[in-house]
Structure formats: structure tokens, C-alpha cells
């Protein structure tokens, strides 16, 4: 028997740097670039000596990076022991199969003879990332290809990911690995844990909202122990927005209150792994989270423009220090941002009330819109109904051309690259192009890959822009499911862009 899960990828609009810090909220769609992790046993049959087995063997296989690493798992402990060569060990998966593991140790009802026989078959876990979560920019450029999102598509998927040369270079470090930015962690992390909870009778993914084993619903399950296994193996406690999303999908995010994990932080020094899990499930997890989605006939782009991604960590190191040393205008800057982003915010659900309401004048707006500059489209404010939607568009773009202007200001005071001058250069001509609504930086910004709002079918000619100033247009649109359960391999099912079979929310 083999369980495949897949978890979304993400591209925060707006709330970067605020989000850290409760009540500010985030805007984070979730993407059809999917992560999946299928679990299997390594032994079908066991041999009748197993049973008195005090460990059990685990196998994780990374195909896009070449990597294999073997495990002992401690049926005694439930802890895990790497057997292989350190470098290809996998921090965020040893988490999450430790604390699923835990977790089904805790879940009283499960068979536990049943458990014990599927530890004894060994796991052997495959994680795979859509190729959209990672730049293959550099093989494009070998074979010669164009820079353009049909090259894209011509890549084996599941393609081997580039390694970033190894150089350090202070707040502009680059990543591991050549990453787009679409929170590949996470949605691994979440992958992981939801396959392996299914895998192990835990939860059921068929029915993940029904009200499950510990009470709450099997949804809230993963999420409890994808975002612990996440930060612990981070190492620090990011605002969560990337698991709540690889989750849950598209939503409006207000963070957990960090004490929530003391209890698995305090851990490391030695509590058993359930007992720290059935504490984290118990716990006080007080994050916020509504359902949004862009507004009818809007679409999400992304452009890669070639740089290898941005180290998140040390930008946000950077920030807390200038909040720090200057905390007067850091506090006017974030006041100004937090207005911003609930402007933003405002316009798109208007928007989407506006489209409810008058279908018919709002695909005709949109449409005509798609075709024009924002400085032209109010040559087609003529009605009432019309004008209200463009005043409406236009002032999301306002929105977003203040939430730009500030967090660049915060880079600047901060000593970091939030929105680059070339990242600048690139998103003031693409909120200039046809159709657009607006674009920024997502997340932490830097150099990742920047994200576009447009209008109906305008999206073809600006990836055609694109191409010409040497940004990549990826394959990625919004899609807002969450965690799923797949039918079967996505490498013999042909999924390869979050097709999923059975969607959740
Ligand atoms: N296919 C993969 N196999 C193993 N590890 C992976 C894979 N994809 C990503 N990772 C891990 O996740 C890290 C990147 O995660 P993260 O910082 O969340 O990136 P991003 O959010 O920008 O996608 C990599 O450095 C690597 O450790
Ligand atoms: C700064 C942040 O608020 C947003 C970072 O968003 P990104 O989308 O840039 O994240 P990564 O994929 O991890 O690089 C940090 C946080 O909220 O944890």
C-alpha cells in the first residue's frame, strides 16, 4: 500500500516583515506548484524475527537532488538515527516523520499492533517538488531555449534542481538551492507530515475536515505538527503564513503566538516526542485565518528574473535590528504599511463584491481593461457601475504602489534589498504593460522571483515583456487548495502541476 499527499506552494502578497507580529495580517495565495511525498513500506512481507526488532529502518529519496539517506528509527525511543553521509540529511522531513511518528504513538484508538507492523515494514518516503519551486533558468540557457514559459514547459517535470554556487555575501546570501520563492519547506514539510498520518491511520485525508482522532479536525492536525516539525528544523519561528497556506490554501493569515511551541522547543533537551506532541496538540494555537481569493477573472504571474533567489533569515535578522536601533520610524513605517496592505485588501474584496453583484458590467470592464494601460482606463468609467469598479482597480494599484514605496523604505533603512533597484525597474514597467493591475515583490522580497495581477487575457503579453528584458515567466497560477490526498505517483499519474485528483476546501 502506498499513500501519495501533495501541498501547495505560495506567493505572499502583502504582509511581509508585518506578519511576524500579531494582530498584522497577510495576503498569501496558495499555487498549483505542488509538493508531494508518497510513503510506502519497504518490505511488503516481514519475517517472523522482526517482532523482537528495537529498531526499524526509513528511507528518504530526494530524486531531484540525487540524494538518499537511511534512517534507524527507534521503535522504543521514536526518534531517528541517520545512517548515510550527513550532507544529505533533511532536516524538515526528519521533523515531520518524527512528529507523525509520535503522534500516532499518542492516538489511543489507533490498532497499535497494526502500527507496530508497519514500523517493523520500514518506511520509505519520496519527496518530490513541482518544478515550479525551482529555478531551471541556467538549462534553459544551455540548450539554448528561449526565456519564455513554453521552454519551461519542454523540462522532464520533477527535473534536477541547480545547486547555488557556495558563497556568502552577508544579507544578500543566496539560498542552497536555485529556488523561485514559492516556500518549497513548507509545502515539503506539510507533504510529509500529511502523507505519513494518513500512512499511519491517523488521520484520514478523504475526510479531512470531519472532526478527527484528537478532537479537532484532521486538518488542523497536520497543520499543528507541520508548523512545529517547520520550526524547529528553520530553527527559529517564522509568522507560519507557509504551512498555514501549503495547508489550507489561499487565505487571509494572522499568526500563532510563538509560546505555542515552547513546549517541542524545550524539548530538545529531552521530553519524550509524544508527550511534546500531545502538548503541541492541546495547545493554545491562537493564528487567524479567512478564505480570500483574487477577485473573478484576475490572474497571478510570476517572473524569474534570473538572479537565484534571496536568503529570507538574514533579511528578516536585518529588519528586527533596524526595529531595534531606530524604533521611532520603524514604528511609522509599519503603521503606514499595516494601513496599506488592509487598503489593499479592502480593494480586492470590493472587487469581488462588485463582480457578485454586476457580473455582467464587470467581465465587460475587465475585459476592455485587459487591452489598456491603467492611465486609459477610465476612458471606459461611462456608467455609474463602471466607474465604481475602475475607481476600485485603480485604487488596489494605489494600494500596492504604497506598500512598494514603504517596504522599500524599510529596506533601505534596514540595510537590505527588499525591493532592489532592478527589481524596481522591472515591476514599474510591468504595472505599466496592458492589463495590469499591479505587481510587487512577495514575501521578504529580494531577489526571488517578483509577482504580477492581471487582467483577463493580458497575461500572454506580458510574458512576452517579459522575455525580452531577460525575466522568466513561470508556469505558476493561483490555485487555491490546500493539502490533498493524490491517487497515486504524480510521476505515472502525469500530475505534474497540482492537478490534483481529490481537492479538500
Ligand atoms: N526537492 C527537495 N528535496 C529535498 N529538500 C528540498 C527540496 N526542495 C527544497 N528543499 C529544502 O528546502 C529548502 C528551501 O526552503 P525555503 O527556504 O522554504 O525555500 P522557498 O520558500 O523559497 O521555496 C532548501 O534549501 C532545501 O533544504
Ligand atoms: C519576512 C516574512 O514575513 C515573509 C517571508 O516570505 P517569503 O515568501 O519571502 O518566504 P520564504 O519562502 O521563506 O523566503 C517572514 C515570515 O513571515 O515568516
Same mark, same amino acid.
Given at each position: 500500500?502506498?499513500?501519495?499527499?501533495?501541498?501547495?506552494?505560495?506567493?505572499?502578497?502583502?504582509?511581509?516583515?508585518?506578519?511576524?507580529?500579531?494582530?498584522?495580517?497577510?495576503?498569501?495565495?496558495?499555487?498549483?506548484?505542488?509538493?508531494?511525498?508518497?510513503?510506502?513500506?519497504?518490505?511488503?512481507?516481514?519475517?517472523?524475527? @522482526?517482532? &523482537?526488532?528495537?529498531? =526499524?529502518? /526509513?528511507?528518504?529519496?530526494?530524486?531531484?537532488?540525487?540524494?538518499?539517506?537511511?534512517?534507524k528509527l527507534s521503535l522504543k525511543q521514536l526518534t531517528l538515527q541517520c545512517v548515510s553521509a550527513s550532507d544529505s540529511r533533511n532536516p524538515f522531513v526528519e521533523h515531520a516523520i518524527q512528529y507523525a511518528i509520535a503522534a500516532a504513538h499518542l492516538a489511543t484508538d489507533i490498532d497499535k499492533e497494526a502500527l507496530h507492523k508497519l514500523f517493523l515494514q520500514g518506511l520509505d518516503i519520496t519527496i518530490l517538488g513541482s518544478n515550479d519551486f525551482y529555478s531551471y533558468r541556467n538549462q534553459i540557457e544551455s540548450r539554448g531555449l528561449p526565456l519564455t514559459p513554453e521552454s519551461l514547459g519542454t523540462l522532464a517535470p520533477f527535473a534536477s534542481i541547480t545547486f547555488n554556487a557556495a558563497e556568502s555575501n552577508g544579507a544578500n546570501s543566496k539560498p542552497e538551492v536555485a529556488k523561485t520563492g514559492?516556500? @518549497?519547506? &513548507?509545502?515539503?514539510? =506539510?507533504? /510529509?507530515?500529511?502523507?505519513?498520518?494518513?500512512?499511519?491511520?491517523?488521520?484520514?485525508?478523504?475526510?479531512?475536515?470531519?472532526?478527527?482522532?484528537?478532537?479537532?479536525?484532521d486538518l488542523d492536525v497536520i497543520h499543528m505538527i507541520a508548523q512545529t516539525s517547520h520550526c524547529l528544523a528553520q530553527g527559529e519561528v517564522g509568522s507560519g503564513f507557509d504551512v498555514s497556506c501549503a495547508v489550507y490554501g489561499s487565505q487571509r493569515y494572522v499568526r500563532f503566538s510563538p509560546e505555542v511551541l515552547s513546549s517541542a522547543q524545550v524539548a530538545v533537551t529531552g521530553l519524550p516526542l509524544y508527550e511534546v506532541i500531545g502538548k503541541i496538540l492541546k495547545g493554545n494555537w491562537d493564528h487567524e485565518r479567512s478564505e480570500i481569493s483574487l477577485p473573478p477573472l484576475m490572474n497571478l504571474f510570476l517572473g524569474e528574473p534570473g538572479s537565484g533567489g534571496s536568503s529570507t533569515p538574514s533579511m528578516v535578522g536585518a529588519v528586527k535590528k533596524w526595529q531595534m536601533s531606530d524604533p521611532e520610524k520603524a514604528r511609522e513605517n509599519w503603521q503606514k504599511l499595516?494601513?496599506?496592505?488592509?487598503?489593499?485588501?479592502?480593494?480586492?474584496?470590493?472587487?469581488?463584491?462588485?463582480a457578485k453583484d454586476h457580473w455582467d458590467v464587470y467581465l465587460g470592464v475587465i475585459k476592455s481593461c485587459s487591452v489598456l494601460t491603467s492611465e486609459q482606463w477610465v476612458l471606459h468609467a461611462t456608467e455609474p457601475i463602471n466607474e465604481a469598479i475602475i475607481k476600485e482597480l485603480l485604487g488596489a494599484r494605489e494600494a500596492m504602489l504604497g506598500i512598494r514605496i514603504l517596504m522599500r523604505q524599510m529596506g533601505e533603512a534596514a540595510g537590505v534589498p527588499i525591493e532592489p533597484e532592478s527589481q524596481t525597474q522591472l515591476l514599474d514597467s510591468t504595472m505599466n504593460a496592458e492589463g495590469v493591475l499591479f505587481a510587487g515583490v512577495p514575501g521578504a522580497g529580494g531577489f526571488d522571483a517578483i509577482f504580477a495581477i492581471t487582467l483577463g487575457d493580458s497575461g500572454s503579453k506580458l510574458t512576452q515583456a517579459w522575455s525580452s528584458q531577460n525575466v522568466l515567466a513561470l508556469l505558476v497560477r493561483e490555485d487555491p487548495h490546500g493539502v490533498c490526498l493524490e491517487s497515486g505517483d504524480p510521476r505515472t499519474t502525469g500530475i505534474t502541476s497540482g492537478v490534483s485528483s481529490v481537492h479538500l476546501e
Open positions: 500500500m502506498s499513500v501519495v499527499a501533495s501541498a501547495p506552494g505560495k506567493v505572499l502578497m502583502a504582509g511581509g516583515y508585518l506578519i511576524l507580529e500579531k494582530p498584522n495580517a497577510g495576503l498569501v495565495l496558495s499555487t498549483n506548484a505542488r509538493f508531494y511525498a508518497i510513503v510506502k513500506p519497504i518490505n511488503e512481507e516481514l519475517k517472523s524475527e @522482526s517482532w &523482537a526488532w528495537q529498531w =526499524t529502518d /526509513v528511507k528518504l529519496t530526494s530524486p531531484q537532488l540525487s540524494r538518499e539517506s537511511m534512517y514559492l516556500g @518549497s519547506s &513548507a509545502a515539503m514539510t =506539510t507533504a /510529509v507530515v500529511a502523507a505519513l498520518l494518513h500512512y499511519l491511520g491517523v488521520v484520514d485525508l478523504s475526510e479531512p475536515c470531519r472532526e478527527g482522532k484528537f478532537g479537532c479536525c499595516s494601513e496599506a496592505n488592509l487598503e489593499l485588501e479592502t480593494k480586492l474584496n470590493i472587487l469581488s463584491k462588485l
